[in-house]
């Protein structure tokens, strides 16, 4: 079973004069970098993840994938506001009349600390823009949006927004299996499977990770669901620590057996791999 998140970021930067008037300057597509990917894999995995500072920097060097912070850093502050609305985190930093004057801005950056590698995690996306000099005439607003989607279901890109937009104060992690006959495509709407099996759900038995991956092992022990036609497969997440601003557990992403449905044989059980990747969209 596969199942491939995308997360989406755009950048836009207004302008705003002494008489409140504000005008959109600048506007970008960000990419994730593989140190933001691998934060989303291991908020799977029950760790911290919340996108809560902002970095401006003065290095128009191309984007890759490989970056872990700004290249040439100016400044970096907490948020001035973020929320989650559905599966969107939107966050935004102000730059006032009195800072960073005879700056050029040519890259920003958002991130879960001000602590740049080793010492904290990286940041999780960033973006060049066309250079941007500061005045004492006008202060700025950056705007992050970022979205969740791909294949896993809504209920997951809303509980990752969410997490996105927290203090850190929960976490998540993927924690069990339902197996199911569903035959039915995967859709972003599933709220469960589609023809599920009468069972207790089965607890991960191990784990492996790779850049911007995470992949799940299940056991189903013999004589158990002797029979019963695998066909799809569930997983569930429930919270880690802290508590859920979304009802818990939930289906994180349902997925069909590759190459196909298959009866399980009696004497027999069965191991279930989940691979769940996030990519940059």
Known sequence: ???????????????????????L?????????????????DAMRGEAFHLSYIGL?????????????????LMISQATNRSAKGARLRTTQQIMEDELNGSTIREVWISMSADAPPTGPGA???????????????????????VFGGTNSRLACNMMAALAASTGDFTIRIASLM??????????ADTGLADPWTMTPIAVASSSVADGE??????????QYNDLVLAEGGVY?????????????????????????????????????VQLRWESG
């Open 1 to 23: 079973m596969n199942a491939r998140g995308r997360v989406y970021c755009n950048l836009k930067v207004f302008r705003i004069d002494a008489h409140g008037r504000g005008r």
């Open 25 to 41: 300057v600048r506007e970008a597509h960000n990419a994730v970098l593989t140190r933001g990917l691998n934060q989303l894999r």
């Open 57 to 73: 920097g003065s290095s128009g060097t191309a984007v890759s994938a490989s970056q872990t912070w700004g290249l040439s850093p």
């Open 124 to 146: 999780f996306a960033r973006v060049v823009i066309d250079p941007l000099e500061k005045t004492s005439e006008f202060r700025y607003v950056f705007q992050f949006d970022v």
């Open 179 to 188: 197996c199911g006959r569903g035959t039915a495509p995967e859709s972003i």
């Open 214 to 223: 995470l992949t799940l092992f299940f056991t189903l022990p013999p004589d």
């Open 237 to 273: 997440f429930d919270v880690a620590s802290g508590s859920s601003p979304l009802s818990v557990p939930a289906l994180f992403a349902r997925g069909l057996v590759q190459p196909g449905p298959f009866a399980i044989e009696v004497g027999k059980g069965a191991q279930v791999v």
